[in-house]
């Protein structure tokens, strides 16, 4: 065997076995809210969590089925309830997150098409250290407890 043969394939076993970034713990638990078919914009609710033992940040949620998407968070101010965009959504290690009305949410706006009860929306969830995660929801029937409900025009 030759010299240069003796000293690349160490060398080449070495970066095949070479440590990879760890792949993210996240579980997303979405579902979308169903709304009129006439509504410009539809919530996402459920649950994020992370078990693993690094802080995760998603940056942004896109889908096929909608103009765009946005993080929310509810606020009052001045004795008056709104809403405002957030630029990221961090979830602890080690922690869940929940996104549901009067709180946290995702903000779907403008759908290109009416969705309703059973429709499938696909979704990817875009994290600051670059991975994308994808999944499909599902749309259901809204929460009929009226005192957590989540209007949008």
């Not at 095949?16 to 078919?37: F, M």
Request: aromatic content about 2%; glycine content about 8%.
């Amino acid at each position: 065997m030759s010299r240069l043969a003796l000293i690349m394939i160490p060398l080449m076993v070495s970066l095949y076995l070479a440590p990879v970034q760890a792949g993210d713990t996240i579980s997303l638990n979405i579902h979308i809210a169903e709304a009129p078919p006439t509504a410009r914009a539809l919530a996402g609710y459920g649950v994020i969590g992370n078990t693993g033992d690094q802080d995760i940040t998603i940056e942004s949620v896109h889908s096929s089925l909608f103009e765009a998407i946005e993080i929310h968070e509810s606020i009052v101010r001045d004795d008056m309830a709104g809403m405002r965009p957030i630029d990221e959504l961090t979830i602890p290690s080690g922690t869940e997150l929940a996104l549901e009305p009067g709180g946290r949410h995702l903000m779907l706006i403008r759908p290109v098409q009416p969705l309703s009860e059973g429709d499938q929306v696909p979704l990817e969830f875009t994290l600051k250290n670059g991975n994308v995660h994808r999944i499909t929801v599902v749309v259901k029937k809204p929460d009929h407890d009226h005192s957590r409900q989540h209007h949008h025009p």
